[in-house]
């Protein structure tokens, strides 16, 4: 019989110490209640033998071809260095596709590794609905991202405040390397094992990249340029991710880890909804600034491997960490400008986006629906009172596109202004309903994300924010 996945794990080629070989907890009674059918088809796995499948995604059955193992990595928690690793998670193993693209399949909520420190290696049902709902909006969003193939639910019992639900959830990616694996090797002072890390790392995320000659170089470089896209991208539908710490900043530029992170409604750039994130460390507008810390972070680890001597290599380092501020504002604001119907970057136009979102952030107006507005016209009841607010603007908007003697390119801000995105009422109504067993909110509001660019009569109800009270007093938990 053809196995599910086409397994060949290329991270156990490194030292030892990045890994520990560690094998699911069997699990009570599991339960597929979600597989993705659209990721079965990306990824070619054979899902026809469903009882198999089943007993691999719940960790309660080890596929003849891997060998399981959890990653070792560290971090910085809200700027605190820990030493952290898979402490729920296990990499069933690596898959390639029949086109040969490698990715990580990896089972989260499925048991203790070494890494586990006080947690219990489990995740509640809830978490994982979330996770499986929030990333694969993103998904469709068009923002490179950890997908979800599957949520199991089972009948051991998780801890939390409650005895509660749980699940394992099987998440894809590229990869997991992150900024973490390389803060393990640097505190473990093993430059020989950073080498080898680093070089693993380009071969399997930028083999094609060789700008500069030092291969530390190309990784800190390929890493910013991917990130600054993701963060923008993040900021172009609203998203906050809630805990961009450094283990949860991924190599390859996708989005991962979704614990506390939700949408915003009302533009607010100081928005934190993360109940752990007192000083608003991770808020909406400061995402940008935490992603060049991070960065900080990784070009620190990557010191003793840029150049022999520290002077230099500090210099290379800084060099390439300068570049920052501009590749950002560049990347944002090429992004912004496109979501207001422009090609290229101008001063005025690049005065525009700002004067908007100023205009947004003073009058409370909902993220999304300001810019859906100004893409098409969206029949919801607040829709005149916008368009009074944002009068004035839109007759310099329309001035400069008659300066420019250009047409406003509605292909461009049809593709960067969803009209669907994850509003955190309608999650949060859809997970409360779905734990109670009732799944048809979830899978409605699932579907609904599937098409997000896509204005659909029957959906009216995604689109209209929540009331004022809701998003005054949202808050998300890491709780898990
Ligand atoms: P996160 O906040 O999800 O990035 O997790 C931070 C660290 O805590 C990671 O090393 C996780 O593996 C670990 N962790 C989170 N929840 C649990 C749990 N229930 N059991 C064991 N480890 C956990
Ligand atoms: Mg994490």
Partial sequence: MHPVFNFENSY?????????????????????????????????????????????????KIPNNTKPFAQAYAGHQFGHFTILGDGRAIMLGEHLNNKHERYDIQLKGCGKTPYSRQGDGRATYKAMLREYLISEALHFLNIPTSRSLAVVKHHSPVFRENIEIGAILTRVMKSHLRIGTFEYAHFKNDNNSLKLLANYSLLRLYPEKNEYSIPALNLLNEVMVAQINLVVEWMRVGFIHGVMNTDNTSLSGESFDFGPCAFINTYNPATVFSSIDYQGRYSFKNQPFIIKWNLYKFAETLIPIIHQDLNIAIKLAQEMLNRFDDLW??????????????????????????????????????????FLLLTNSVAWHEAAHYLKILNDWIMKWEQLFMEYQITKNSALMVKNNPVYIPRPHLVEEALNEAVKGQLTKFLNVLNVLKNPYNHHDLFLENIVPPNKNFEQNYQTYCGT
């Fill in 12 to 60: 156990l080629n490194l030292p030892s110490q990045f890994y520990s070989c560690v094998e699911p907890t069997k699990v009570e009674n599991p339960e597929i209640v979600l597989l993705n059918s659209n990721l079965i088809e990306t990824l070619h796995i054979n899902a026809t033998n469903s009882i198999d499948l089943l007993a691999i995604l719940s960790g309660n």
């Fill in 329 to 370: 504002l560049e990347a944002y604001y090429q992004t912004f400008i496109h979501k207001i119907g422009f090609e290229k970057i101008t001063t005025k136009n690049k005065a525009l986006v700002d004067e908007l979102l100023d205009i947004m952030f003073k009058n409370n107006l909902d993220y999304t629906n300001t």
